[in-house]
């Protein structure tokens, strides 16, 4: 069992809807949760970062995390071609102290007019 | 502006051949990390640093060094012993663990290593 699991898509949506992207992990006492967008071509950049359970809002995008059932997930509302990118969900463990990240091998969103 | 940059942006290999990547960053971070992204893969973690002339290996170290003399630089070395080196190089920084916000991590724009 990998231990950052994402759809790898492609995710189409049409412009304007709801896009929701998920990912699982296996690790229990991880504590910090990631969510980076990467460009074909370019680095992932940081868009959502959340700690506790229940919804963190910025914007057209909320995360939404459930710790007991090790589920994170990604909404973006009112989606745009401009959001059609990777999406890399990332888990901190936070194991022996260290910041290390675990990442998924990422969802691709394709947003089509 | 505060920000992290890697240097080359392209960069050509010759079989045998050491090559050097440099990170450089200027957001006052104590910790700095190396990763590899191969095409439709997640990223992997070559190396970390949390401190000035300390660091410890990731889950692919082997073929790689790196060197941490001061604290805005963290330059990754590529050995020939690295038998599959083409991959995008990312260099990220951020805070200490134990404070929530400085658990972010951010990137730099990354190089792209090729092996002629």
Not at chain 1, 15 to 35: H, K, M, P
Not at chain 2, 44 to 53: A, C, F, K, T
Request: net charge neutral; charged share 20%.
């Amino acid at each position: 069992q990998k231990e950052v699991e994402q759809n790898s898509g492609p995710l189409s949506v049409p412009e304007g809807a709801i896009a929701s992207l998920n990912c699982t992990y296996s690790d229990r006492v991880s504590q910090s949760f990631f969510w980076y967008r990467q460009y074909s071509g370019k680095s992932p950049e940081l868009i959502m970062s959340i700690y506790s359970n229940g919804d963190k809002e910025d914007g057209r995008f909320t995360a939404q995390l459930n710790k007991a059932s090790q589920y994170v997930s990604l909404l973006i509302r009112d989606s745009q071609p401009s959001d059609s990118a990777t999406y890399l969900c990332a888990v901190n463990p936070l194991r022996g102290g260290y910041n290390k990240l675990i990442f998924g091998a990422g969802t691709r969103l394709a947003v089509h007019p | 502006d505060g920000g992290i940059t890697q240097s080359p942006k392209y960069l050509f290999r010759k079989e045998g051949q050491n090559v050097t990547l440099s990170c450089e960053q200027n957001l006052n971070h104590d910790a700095m990390y190396w990763y590899r992204q191969d095409p439709g893969q997640g990223l992997r973690l070559i190396y970390y640093s949390q401190i000035v002339n300390d660091f410890q290996k990731g889950d692919i170290a082997e073929g790689y060094s790196v060197s941490r003399e001061k604290k805005e630089s963290f330059p990754l070395t590529v050995t020939s012993a690295q038998k599959n080196p083409t991959a995008f190089y990312l260099c990220a920084s951020s805070g200490l663990a134990g404070e929530s916000s400085y658990n972010e991590q951010f990137f730099g724009p990354g190089t792209r290593l090729t092996v002629l």
